[in-house]
């Protein structure tokens, strides 16, 4: 059977060549080990359920010892990587990105430091769920149309007590300085789409020097205001600085929008009404974000305007009707293209993929690592992995079980069948690692010698409101 796609030419081998060899090259210590350890992942037959079993693996030919001590003293260049990734966006790219988090979770590790409470999935019982572990925020590139596919290009660990708006700002920031350095005219300024756990105006406030667009899922409960104050108040004090109140839980919103758009006929969605009111504002308190950099900064605290988006849809994807409404914020050097931005929160979802496959067949959370460096570690050899597999998917042949559907015509495998054939794809590619050296058992402990109790950490305690998004608590079922 052949390896390549009728159709394919050599050069998305030599492209995935040439990135395996960049991603060595950023292995500064134990790179030939974390190398094999991420073929191991993906030439493993079946979901990664445990990390020593990666040792048993015939592509990882050190043993398992090797294995946790490459994953403890091994280095990973981080921005060399960062760049590695960056490089790999198309340059025909829409350059819309997804930002969310994660948990790792560590629910009985107790030997494990810099834990904190960070949200979980629900599972219906009527309560909000919070794990122990470390949270991790990714920044995931994204098609257009409907995909299991996205590109992984920056995650890093949010330290507990970190601010989660300098935090989010920080890693924006230092993506769209690798954007300005990639070659390319005219294109589009970075879209980063964001849920409704984190603070739209904040965030707002800590970007506003660069220029990148943000689009924040918003609650249906807030409230804004237009900025432009009406007839002067009778009597002393002064007038009103917010202007005309414009509450998003009204059943009926009297104020015309600045911008409109219909789509008559989608086919999912039914028709789309989106809605557009420009230059709204929220009132800020010296509170979380704002807080944190002084009341010296701020001697009024700041209005900081953007644009609040509706979006109504006749039906949902599975036929129910929508029981409310989606509102958007977007800020950005420009008005918004509205057609743009209600498809792209919709392509955000497109990272829940991602999520699954690194957790249930990657094993990114099957791995029990003490220390968050290890943890970090393992998350890059991860990322590095899951990209050889997008960069493999128009060269690997469909592996199909017989009782599997056949691929859709026109569309690229899925990564779980892409993980099925790349061990082919490897034995065609072979690698940059060396053969391991002969090594004969140690002198085993000293004489006298006695292992000490690994030092406990406490859990951190403080629950900050952005690891529990409003949304998140769901009705018990029946």
């Not at 490089?87 to 025909?92: A, G, I, N």
């Not at 009527?126 to 991790?136: A, H, L």
């Not at 970075?190 to 406030?205: K, M, R």
Request: hydrophobic share 35%.
């Amino acid at each position: 059977m052949s390896l390549l796609r009728e159709g394919v030419n050599t050069e998305s081998l030599v492209e995935l060549a040439r990135f395996r060899e960049g991603f060595h090259s950023c292995l500064d210590a134990r790179a030939d080990t974390l190398f094999e350890l991420a073929d191991a992942v993906l030439c493993t037959d079946g979901p990664v359920t445990s990390l020593v079993e990666l040792s048993l693996a015939p592509v990882f030919r050190r043993g398992h010892g090797a294995l946790y001590d490459a994953l403890t003293q091994g280095g990973i260049d981080e921005e060399r990587l960062r760049d590695l990734l960056a490089d790999q966006l198309p340059p025909d790219s829409p350059l819309i990105f997804g930002v969310d988090s994660t948990t790792f979770p560590r629910p009985n590790a107790e030997c494990s430091p810099d834990r904190g409470l960070h949200y979980a999935p629900c599972r219906c019982d009527g309560d909000r769920k919070v794990v122990p572990g470390w949270e991790f925020q990714w920044i995931t590139a994204l098609e257009w149309g409907r995909s299991s596919w996205t590109q992984p290009v920056d995650a890093r660990r949010l330290p507990q007590g970190s601010c989660p708006v300098l935090s989010t700002a920080e890693q924006i920031r230092d993506l769209a300085r690798r954007l300005d350095t990639q070659p390319g005219q005219g294109r589009p300024i970075p879209l980063f789409v964001l849920d409704q756990g984190y603070a739209a105006a904040a965030l707002t406030h800590a970007l506003d020097d660069l220029p990148v667009q943000t689009l924040v899922r918003i609650a249906g409960d807030r409230v804004f205001y237009d900025g432009r104050p009406g007839p002067r108040k009778p009597g002393p004090g002064r007038n009103g600085i917010h202007g005309q109140r414009f509450a998003l839980n009204t059943p009926v919103n009297l104020r015309r929008p600045d911008q409109l758009l219909i789509v008559p006929d989608t086919t999912n969605y039914g028709r789309v009404e989106v809605r557009a009111w420009h230059q709204m504002h929220q009132r800020v308190a010296r509170s979380g974000y704002f807080a944190r950099l002084g009341a010296r900064i701020f001697t009024r605290l700041p209005i900081i305007e953007g644009t609040v988006i509706e979006v109504r849809v006749e039906r949902l994807p599975d036929g129910r009707s929508p029981h409310r409404t989606m509102w958007l914020w977007h800020s950005g050097p420009h008005a918004p293209d509205l057609d743009v931005c209600w498809r792209a929160y919709l392509r955000r979802f497109d990272m829940e993929h991602t999520f699954k496959l690194m957790k249930s067949q990657l094993g990114w959370t099957a791995a029990r690592l003490r220390h968050p460096e290890q943890a970090i570690r393992w998350t890059w050899l991860l990322i590095a992995a899951y990209t050889q597999l997008r960069l493999a998917r128009d060269l690997a042949t469909d592996l199909r079980r017989p009782w599997e559907r056949r691929p859709r015509p026109g569309k690229p495998l899925t990564p779980y069948r892409v993980r099925r054939a790349f061990r082919h794809l490897r034995d065609r590619l072979g690698t940059p690692t060396r053969l391991p050296k002969t090594s004969h058992p140690g002198p085993g402990r000293p004489p006298g010698g006695r292992n000490t109790p690994a030092p406990r950490h406490r859990l951190g305690s403080e629950i900050r409101k952005t690891d529990i998004p409003a949304a998140v608590g769901c009705k018990k079922k029946g």
